[in-house]
């Protein structure tokens, strides 16, 4: 598939809906990136992160307390990702580029390529939501349909119920299988990988090889291979749990909408923003504990439409968006809860294995 565009339109929506987001920030003094609060959330993370890493491996606790550990590190690999690695990659965890280019480099560190991710991610995700053929977040295929123009099997009548699984594998196919794909290929899905400089080529090797070290040879040496391998199967599975329903939740619900280009003039029907609106959910972002955890990603909308801006930021300009879209009879699709939002995910993965 060719890269689909977007309609442009005068007086558009996203004119507006910039123009008052940028207004906010401007009477409000404050700038769109972290805050001091970010900062002290990101370190105590870190801070956890490397003591239950250490207690683990060095000090040998109990096996009831080393499996509540492993837990709790697989928690806290998708709590930095969500709050540091993410707002990090995308530029908004600080006003200093460094500070960013460092937040971002703690995917490598967990084993992730922070090259890929910024091209999977930033580049075709953020651009082309929910398209089948070029969004790599839907391709779960042939395992799973996600969308319906994605062929169907028959196992897919069975996916809302076997989709715990492939999901918690979801961590441990990113750091051994996908991102290697990714680089051999020189791909994400059907999309050209921009050109790595010998610097990209580098960071991923060295990258790999040090979460190989600290991950699994270290570990093994220090605890013995089996204990290592149960501990390092709940743990990655907790985190690959964890990534994918807060990122599925976000655009495979039963409102969120899946565009396809117009086979002749390779447009999609709506602008940019409005697409955006279209295919992305929030959820439960009235639930301060989940929004700290998931890095505000519950609120999905405001930062698909404003991705630059810190988290911090989603819950003060989640109003003005309301507004707008209010204004301009454009849907913001919203669930109250995790659990209904987990409910409809789960409808739409059974209409789409049924239909």
Not at 23 to 35: I, M, Q, S, V
Not at 185 to 213: E, N, P, R, T, Y
Not at 242 to 250: E, G, K, M, N, R
Request: glycine share 6%; aromatic share 14%; hydrophobic share 45%.
């Amino acid at each position: 598939m060719s890269v689909p565009k977007f309609s442009a339109k005068p007086d558009s929506f996203h004119a507006e809906l910039k123009r008052r987001v940028t207004d906010y920030f401007e009477k409000a003094g404050r700038p769109t990136t972290g805050n001091f609060y970010l900062y002290f959330k990101g370190g105590l993370l870190g801070l956890l992160l490397l003591a239950v890493y250490i207690h683990l491996v060095f000090y040998t606790p109990a096996v009831w307390l080393s499996i509540i550990e492993c837990v709790l590190l697989g928690g806290l690999i998708s709590a930095i990702g969500f709050n540091v690695m993410h707002d990090g990659a995308h530029g908004s965890f600080s006003k200093n580029k460094t500070i960013n280019i460092l937040a971002a480099f703690s995917l490598n560190i967990l084993g992730g390529s922070s090259f890929m991710w910024n091209v999977k991610h930033n580049i075709i995700h953020h651009a082309f939501t929910n398209v089948d053929g070029v969004d790599d977040d839907i391709d779960i295929q042939p395992w799973m349909r996600m969308s319906s123009t994605q062929k169907k099997y028959k196992l897919h009548k069975y996916q809302h119920r076997y989709f715990w699984v492939l999901y918690a594998l979801l961590y441990i196919l990113w750091i051994f299988v996908l991102d290697y794909q990714k680089y051999f290929k020189q791909k994400i899905g059907s999309m050209q990988l921009k050109k790595m400089h010998l610097s990209d080529h580098i960071v991923f090797w060295s990258f790999k090889a040090i979460h190989l070290f600290v991950f699994v040879v270290l570990p093994i040496w220090m605890v013995g291979f089996l204990p290592w391998m149960v501990g390092f199967l709940i743990f990655t599975l907790v985190a690959g749990l964890v990534l994918s329903i807060v990122f599925q939740l976000a655009h495979t619900v039963e409102h969120t909408h899946f565009p396809m280009p117009d086979s002749e003039s390779g447009r999609l029907r709506d602008e940019w923003a409005i697409h955006q609106l279209k295919t992305t959910a929030n959820f439960a972002t009235g639930n301060k504990i989940i929004s700290a955890l998931v890095g505000g990603l519950n609120f999905q909308v405001e930062h698909h439409l404003f991705p630059k801006i810190s988290h911090v930021h989603y819950p003060a300009i989640s109003k003005i968006i309301k507004q707008t879209c209010k204004e301009f009879n454009v849907p913001y699709i919203e669930y109250a809860h995790m659990r209904t939002a987990l409910s409809s995910h789960v409808a739409y993965l059974r209409l789409m294995g049924n239909s």
